[in-house]
């Protein structure tokens, strides 16, 4: 594209969902200005681009806001369309691309993350359990591929790739002798994980431990004072 | 397309998120045959076909399933993409079609399909405010618009459309005295319902009254019973 181009990136740094847009962004070698948000004194700019959920991920493209991640995702994809596809080209393919990533997004998300709250309390191994299914599911999908996207990195990817990534820190943060993604248990899933890490574009986007490991404790503080 | 198509949907009759891929369906002019589904016992095809979720509806495209009924609807668009758009060409109004859609499924539908459960119960007022509220950002988008895809029919509509003239039929066969999309509330809304029912495609699809009254009534007798 020949114009100048504005982008700029409402997020956090520990969002997963604004994990998945600063991957695409990248990989697709789009330059960007990221806007760090403070969740408890929102912006002018985030209500005003996304007045109806108000949450990050926002992405304004020469003035122009998109939201949710998996819509911003697929705008990346179209705008920026010369290299480095996130969804193939094959329309049944396109479709089981975005059945997975909508998989990944309302049932596997949802339930990570709720094992993760209620890790070390009454439930805790029911909602581990319930986590491991889907994670069982998603293993199983794996199977003959490198990437969920095949030979190479894809929307599901993307998707799945940042909030693993981001997992795999919180399990160091917070010392848990048992791994969300546990390698002996998911050892396709682990085999993923590292060629994810291979990709110089997901280096440079790793979770910050420091950041996260501050963000878990005062959380714990929080809670401890409650 | 010069082959010969096979076009199977695994549906019920009462389904809003069938009616979305049979009003789609329509809208392109494709023959399908509809194989309609008893969800007290699932059909061999419908397990094997979405082993996930294991849902309808699924649309069977030469022998290829693809499920959740805003990725059906996409593929759809692309797979019949000389007829009735569903999406528009450029990105960032794809991006905004995408949004609408997905706010309708996941934050207008629960929370009006919640309303409806509510009703003549404790919390029942409460739920339906809610509805209301995410009705009133629809009608807002509607605004200076014939349809929420702008001068022609597009995917909001037919993803919000299906279900708005099931709850018009609910309503009449429940005998409620406050519709749920009520025209005095809400009047764009109201004159796009009647805007959607000249269309021959909506007329050959509306919901069976008869079929709704028997289901609501069968829904009663149980909880009567329980």
Chains 1, 2 share one sequence.
């Not at 998300?109 to 319930?130: C, V």
């Amino acid at each position: 594209m020949g114009e100048v181009e504005e982008v700029k990136l409402l997020m956090t740094g520990l969002s997963p969902f604004a994990g998945r847009i600063i991957w695409a962004l990248k990989l697709k070698g789009v330059e960007f200005e990221s806007v760090e948000e403070d969740l408890t004194n929102k912006s002018d700019l985030l209500l005003q681009s996304n007045p109806v959920h108000q949450k990050i991920p926002v992405l304004i493209h020469n003035g122009k806001p998109v939201s949710e991640s998996l819509v911003i995702m697929e705008y990346i994809d179209e705008v920026w369309n010369q290299t480095c596809p996130l969804l193939p080209a094959d329309p049944h393919q396109r479709a089981l691309t975005r059945f997975w990533a909508k998989f990944v997004d309302e049932k596997a998300f949802a339930s990570m993350w709720s094992a993760l709250q209620m890790r070390g309390k009454e439930g805790g191994e029911a909602a581990l359990e319930e986590a491991h299914e889907n994670l069982r599911i998603l293993e199983k999908e794996l199977e003959g591929k490198k990437f969920f996207g095949g030979e190479s990195i894809g929307l599901v990817d993307v998707t799945f790739g940042s909030f693993a990534k981001l997992l795999d820190v919180l399990d160091e943060v917070m010392g848990s002798d048992k791994k969300m993604i546990d390698e002996d248990k998911f050892p396709l899933m682990g085999k993923w994980k590292e060629q994810l890490s291979e990709l110089a574009v997901v280096k440079s986007c790793l979770p910050p431990a420091d950041k996260l490991a501050a963000a878990v404790q005062a959380r714990r503080n929080e809670s401890a004072a409650a």
